[in-house]
Structure formats: structure tokens, C-alpha cells
């Protein structure tokens, strides 16, 4: 065990005791010895300098949950490094604004070293700076040390659009660096076919004394013939999403441009052949949702069968991954990768991996709940991790958690409109028409995506759907369309809600208050991402009242929400324009649904082998009749016409005060940023619409559970 590489600039390995604990329950045939990188010096991370965090509600907004003693503590008071060159352009969007990562303009000056000490390799350097990502976010900071060099098991929670996808992406790519340049040096041998058995100095398996950042055991390494005849497999990342897992491939693509590393989608919904195809390729990287993943190893993929030996795992999105009752092919996936567990690094992130709050009502009060054994209601974040650490094996994973209590991102502004149910619509037109900007709305139910849809189409408002009842590429579709177009206004379910990155969303619109806190976070984390500005709006009728007060209490908002400003003076000349497109679509749903009753119908004949006549359909629907078509037209032409009336607040043109007393300009003359501003800068004397309506926020008095939540992480784990 000679002197050797480091694992940096001027660091060196050094051989250490290992006492028998520290190995216990691993597996490491042929282990030879072990070393510590003497000099992992996290010390040196702190020189870092970040960009300032803002004085007021910034610390009490974040927290650092850490276990190990090595962590870096972030200087808050630190001004960022002075670049010599800004990055130019926005740094991610598409060619259709989603999903791919964009150049700047010139790269050449700016300065890169903010990434020193990171362990990221030269080539994914060059492209970060090219990205004009020049300095890493701080999950980033905090992950890519343990991660690269340690080859730590992460359990990483970190606001929405922090950057968590190079978190894990880069150790990842670094790894499949690293194993190319011991294969080139002889180190790792893949063509010689009688040596099965290498003698190998890799860091392949690591853990820590919780003191020093890093420790590399020696092993025999085995090179099975699969490795050699078709090509490695290195990582699987797991994400609940297909739109979420192609994302993340096409930011990794990006961004490992000059490594020339095979990145593959598995993905439900889509060709199955042409994966397969892919699959023969041999990608290093494979990212994949779980149900068609599980189906491709059951059939037997042979590619696919070296998950056993896998060398790193993802589990994105962990906490919704491993929610009970969701893919029940995770689970069996994670069964199988058992006997990976002991070489494999596992890297589990999420936005709420810690978040933790009260069960709903119905479980603490259910009668079934009393009778059955004495359940812990509610897990402490300690509780919660050590979950994911007996359900995946880990071995002294290293917490970093940078969430704060309020869960999500601190360039969020939220907001909340109190309403009537009957007045939701009408008000998120008004909402639109007066805040011009790209627009996502999340519904809790596909049907009501559905007629949303229909309305705004007849408002004239172009939105595109998206919910997990349409076909994969038309989910695509309406993504690309909604990013390509800066007022876009996209309709979704929660399948849209985690990890979709969509550049420029500026607001995102709660149609139904969200089923969870989770949820929430995650659809809120839609926007002001990557530090950039953004607001969420929730409208609470007066049923979701409650559901809204246990949000704001699970996550600390209760004092802090305002209302929304809305212009009701506009309300009545509003709702003509709605009401008028929902008894269209009305209509236009009984005409749908008489042809589809008619499709049943011809299915129904067919499978009794019954002759179908054409014909036979006419007496099936109602009548035409010719006063109803009329009628009908009437209708359609009379929306036209309110749709090409100018829309004013009553009794004001042009500028006009609100009822709130912000000013607004009506109708698409207003600046995107307004929303957000009319929030930040609300009149205290503002009157508040909850009143007008008899609703109130529950307000309850604040208390700490930030700190609280600390102590369980450390006391948890
Ligand atoms: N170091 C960096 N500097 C600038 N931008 C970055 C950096 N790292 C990532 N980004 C950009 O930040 C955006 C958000 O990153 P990412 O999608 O990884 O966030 P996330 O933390 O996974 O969010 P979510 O929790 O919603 O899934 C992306 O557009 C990405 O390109």
C-alpha cells in the first residue's frame, strides 16, 4: 500500500487502524487495508465565499441539520466571490424553455473557482462554466465532498430548485471518470478474460469515524465477465416522474458534454422496444421511474440484470418514492438490490425528506386506529430518516439537511385568496388577465383539470392540460408548449408537482388547496427557483378552510401568509364571461358524453357479437334539437362579443385604484413582476376579503419548532 494519488490538490492517503465495529455488517471480501485521506480539509471549503443571505427572516428561514462533526458551516455574512464576468443568459431552459440546460454567451472570463476542492472532474468543470454556473448552490457544496471523495451514502433535503440533480449527478459522473482512468491504467483490467479476480486499490466502499471527512478501504475487486463483455452499468436514479426522470437525463447529458457518458430513460408510457434498444448500448447512467424499470428486469433484460452489482443508487423525490401504498416496484426493486447494498453507494434526496407534521384527523381519530397496536402518530425528522436508512441499507449516511421549517424556497412569496367555490374561476381569470406571466395552476383532481380546461379554452385563455390520464407524448406536448410560451398557463395535478424544472414560471396557482404539506412545498417549488423570484397563490373557499389552517400549522406559515389583493370590482362583469363559458362547456360535456355512452354501446354489441349499425346510434342521443342548437350558437357568439369588450374594474378606465388600494392596470397591461409586488408591498389598511366573506385564518400563536426539529434529527439518528 504505497503512497498514491490523492483525492485533491496536496492531499494524501494514510493508512488507518479500523477497529471491528466499523465493519461490521459489511461484506468486504478480499479487503487488504484501509486508508484515510489524511488531509480531507473541509477548512478550506469555508473560504468560500456566498452570496449574501438577506438579513431579516434569512436565519430563521434555514436550518443545518447535520450528523457528522466534519460539516462546513456556511458563512452568512460573506459576500459572494467577485466574478470577473457575470454569466450573460438565463442558465437553464430548452430549446422549448424545459427540461435541457443552456450556454451562456462568453464563458471565457468567468471566474470558476468558488468549485476548488469539490472533487468535480476538469471535463464537467469546463461545462459548468460554460453554463455559466459558477459557483455551487450549497447543497451542492455540502454534498460533492462526502459524496465524491468519501463516496458517502447522502441523505440530502434541500429547498426547491436548489440544484439536488448535480448534487448527486456530479459524484455520479466523477465515479464513471474515475473507473475509466483505472481501467486505462491497468488498475481495474476488463479485457483480460482468466483474471476474474484484480487486485485493486479502489475507493470503492467508505466510511467515516464521524472526525475525519474520509476513509478509503482497499479491496480485491472482482470484474464479473457480464462488466466486461457488455459495458458497466454504474448508477440508477429512481424519480417518481416520466417527465421528471427524462429531465433529469437531459440535465445530466448537459452538463457530463465532454465526458461522453451513456445516459438512458426507462420510462413508462413510451416505446418500450426503442428503450431496449437503448439498453443495448450499454449506458453507464440509467434513469428511471420504478414500474417499467421492475418490468424490464422481471422480463429478464439481460443489461438490467447487473442492478446486483450496482455502484450507485438515487433515490430522488425519496419521500414520495418510499410513501406506502405508491410503487410497490420500488419496493420489490429494493428487495433485489439487497445483495448490492454493502459496495453500493446510495444517494437519497428530496426537498421534504425531513418535513414532518401531524397525520390527518381521520388517523388519529379513527376507531380502527384505537382498537389496532399503539401507533407513533407522528415521526420526529430523526424517526423519518432513519426510515429511508433501515429501508435502504445505508451504511453512516451523511445528513445534510438545509431545509427550513416553512419547507419551501426562500425566494417564494406566498400569498392566499379567500373565496367563495363558485368564484374561483371568475377570480383566477382575474388573476390571469391582470397578471400576465407563465401561469401553473394545480388542481387535486383529473376531472377538474379536464373542465378547467374546456372553460379557459372558451375564455380564450390557451391553457394546455396535464394530468396522468393523457397519453405520454401529449404530457410532453403540453410541457414544451407551456415553456416555449412566457404567458403560458398550464392545468395540472400533482403529477407536475415535484422536480419539474420550467424555466421563468412566475406564478403558481393553488386552484385546490393541496392534499398535503408535501404537495404544497413541492408544487409552490414550481417557481422561484435557482434563487430567482417567484409567487405561489392559494385560493381557500370556505370548506378548505380547515385543510388550509393544518397546512399553514405543519408548516409554521400561520402568521406569515397574506391575502392576496384581488380587484372584486371586476368580479360581476367577470363572472358574466364565465358563467357564460361554463354553460358551454356544460353543453359541450352532455354532447360528449352522449358519443361516448354510444362508443360503450358499439363495444358492448361487439363483444355479444351484435350487429352495430350506424343507424342504430340516432335514437341513443337525444334528439338535435334545432331551438337548442340555436340556442347554443346564441350563447357561443354572445362570450365572443363580452370577450372583445374591453374588461375595466366598475366605474374606473385605464389606472384604477383597487379595493385593496394597490394599483392596477387592467387587463395584459400589467408587468409580470406585479403580482409579486402588489403581495410584497400590500397596504397595512388593506380590507380583508376572508372578512367580507365570513371566513377566517385560524391564527395561532408561533412557537419554535424549527429548533425542535434539529434536536429530533440529532437526537433521531
Ligand atoms: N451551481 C448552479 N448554479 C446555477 N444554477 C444551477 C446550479 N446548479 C443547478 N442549477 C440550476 O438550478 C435549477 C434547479 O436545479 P434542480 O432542478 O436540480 O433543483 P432541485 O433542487 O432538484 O429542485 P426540486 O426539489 O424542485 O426537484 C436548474 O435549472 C439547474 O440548471
Redesign the pocket.
Known amino acids: 500500500m504505497g503512497k498514491k494519488r490523492g483525492g485533491g490538490k496536496g492531499q494524501e492517503w494514510k493508512p488507518v487502524q479500523a477497529n471491528d465495529l466499523f465493519l461490521e455488517g459489511t461484506n468486504f471480501d478480499g479487503l487488504i487495508g484501509i486508508e484515510e485521506l489524511s488531509d480531507y480539509n473541509i477548512e478550506s471549503f469555508k473560504k468560500l465565499k456566498f452570496k449574501k443571505q438577506p438579513e431579516d427572516g434569512a436565519d430563521r428561514k434555514r436550518s443545518l441539520v447535520e450528523t457528522s462533526a466534519e460539516e462546513v458551516v456556511l458563512p452568512d455574512n460573506e459576500s459572494a466571490p467577485k466574478k470577473k464576468k457575470k454569466a450573460s443568459k438565463n442558465?437553464?431552459g430548452t430549446k422549448n424553455g424545459w427540461s435541457v440546460?443552456n450556454d451562456v454567451d462568453d464563458e471565457t472570463d468567468l471566474d470558476m473557482s468558488a468549485w476548488e476542492n469539490l472533487f468535480v472532474p476538469e471535463p464537467v468543470l469546463m461545462r459548468?462554466k460554460e453554463?455559466?454556473?459558477?459557483?455551487?448552490?450549497r447543497?451542492?457544496l455540502m454534498t460533492l465532498p462526502p459524496a465524491t471523495a468519501g463516496r458517502k451514502d447522502i441523505l440530502g433535503a434541500?429547498?426547491?430548485?436548489?440544484?439536488?440533480?448535480?448534487a448527486f449527478g456530479i459524484p455520479i459522473i466523477s465515479r464513471i471518470l474515475d473507473y475509466r482512468d483505472k481501467v486505462s491504467k491497468g488498475i481495474i483490467n476488463e479485457d483480460n478474460e482468466a483474471e476474474d479476480s484484480v487486485s485493486d486499490e479502489e475507493e470503492e466502499v467508505v466510511e467515516d469515524d464521524g472526525k475525519i471527512g474520509c476513509v478509503k478501504v482497499e479491496t480485491t475487486k472482482t470484474i464479473s465477465n457480464t462488466d466486461r463483455k457488455m459495458g458497466k452499468l454504474h448508477a440508477l436514479i429512481l424519480e417518481p416522474t416520466r417527465e421528471l426522470a427524462i429531465?433529469v437525463r437531459n440535465?445530466l447529458v448537459a452538463v457530463s458534454k465532454y465526458c461522453n457518458i451513456k445516459i438512458a430513460t426507462v420510462v413508462g408510457g413510451m416505446a418500450q422496444e426503442k428503450q431496449e434498444r437503448e439498453l443495448k448500448k450499454c449506458p453507464e447512467i440509467v434513469v428511471a421511474t420504478p414500474g417499467r424499470l421492475w418490468e424490464l428486469i422481471k422480463e429478464g433484460n439481460p443489461f438490467l440484470q447487473q442492478v446486483d452489482r450496482l455502484t450507485c443508487l438515487v433515490i430522488?423525490?425519496a419521500d414520495r418514492m418510499m410513501e406506502r401504498g405508491h410503487f410497490q416496484e420500488l419496493r420489490d426493486l429494493i428487495e433485489r438490490l439487497e445483495l448490492s447494498k454493502c459496495a453500493r453507494q446510495t444517494l437519497v434526496?428530496?426537498?421534504t425528506l425531513t418535513l414532518v407534521h401531524e397525520p390527518p384527523k381521520r388517523l388519529s381519530t379513527s376507531k380502527k386506529k384505537k382498537k389496532g397496536p399503539k401507533q407513533p402518530l407522528r415521526v420526529t425528522p430523526g424517526q423519518k430518516l432513519n426510515q429511508f436508512i433501515s429501508m435502504l441499507g445505508l451504511k453512516n449516511p451523511k445528513v445534510i439537511d438545509l431545509t427550513a421549517k416553512e419547507g419551501t424556497a426562500e425566494s417564494l412569496t406566498e400569498a392566499y385568496i379567500p373565496c367563495r367555490l363558485e368564484e374561483k374561476d371568475a377570480l383566477l381569470y382575474i388573476f390571469l388577465k391582470n397578471h400576465p406571466g407563465r401561469t401553473l395552476v394545480f388542481l387535486n383532481s383529473i376531472s377538474s383539470v379536464r373542465r378547467l380546461a374546456n372553460v379557459f379554452t372558451l375564455l380564450k385563455c390557451s391553457p394546455v392540460a396535464l394530468h396522468a390520464q393523457m397519453m405520454q407524448k401529449q404530457r410532453l406536448k403540453s410541457l414544451e408548449k407551456f415553456a416555449s410560451n412566457p404567458t403560458g398557463l398550464l392545468l395540472a395535478t400533482d403529477v407536475a408537482a415535484?422536480?419539474?424544472?420550467i424555466?421563468g414560471v412566475q406564478h403558481v396557482i393553488h386552484y385546490h388547496v393541496p392534499r398535503t404539506s408535501e404537495n404544497y412545498v413541492?408544487r409552490s417549488?414550481?417557481t422561484a427557483?435557482?434563487h430567482k423570484e417567484g409567487l405561489t397563490v392559494l385560493f381557500v373557499e370556505p370548506q378548505e378552510m380547515s385543510g388550509f389552517n393544518r397546512m399553514c400549522q405543519n408548516l409554521g406559515k400561520h402568521n406569515d401568509l397574506p391575502e392576496f389583493p384581488v380587484d372584486r370590482n371586476m368580479l360581476d362583469e367577470v363572472k358574466k364571461r364565465v358563467e357564460l363559458a361554463k354553460e358551454l362547456e356544460q353543453l359541450d360535456h352532455s354532447h360528449r358524453r352522449s358519443y361516448s355512452d354510444e362508443g360503450w354501446l358499439k363495444k358492448a354489441a361487439k363483444e355479444l357479437d351484435l350487429h352495430f349499425d350506424e343507424h342504430d346510434r340516432l335514437p341513443l342521443r337525444a334528439p338535435v334539437d334545432p331551438s337548442a342548437e340555436r340556442a347554443l350558437k346564441l350563447k357561443k357568439k354572445s362570450l365572443e362579443a363580452l370577450l372583445r369588450a374591453p374588461l375595466n374594474s366598475k366605474g374606473f378606465s385605464g389606472k384604477y385604484p383597487t379595493s385593496t388600494g394597490a394599483l392596477v392596470v387592467p387587463f395584459s397591461s400589467g408587468s409580470s413582476g406585479e403580482a409579486l409586488n402588489m403581495v410584497k408591498t400590500k397596504s397595512p389598511g388593506v380590507k380583508s376579503l376572508g372578512h367580507e366573506l365570513g371566513i377566517k385564518k385560524k391564527r395561532r400563536p408561533r412557537f419554535n419548532k424549527k429548533k425542535k426539529a434539529v434536536k429530533n434529527v440529532k437526537e433521531g439518528i
Request: proline residues 3%.
Open positions: 442558465q437553464s440546460t459548468l453554463l455559466g454556473f459558477t459557483e455551487p448552490t447543497i451542492q434541500a429547498e426547491t430548485g436548489s440544484g439536488k440533480t448535480l429531465q440535465h430522488d423525490e434526496f428530496s426537498a415535484r422536480g419539474l424544472d424555466v413541492h417549488g414550481r427557483r435557482a
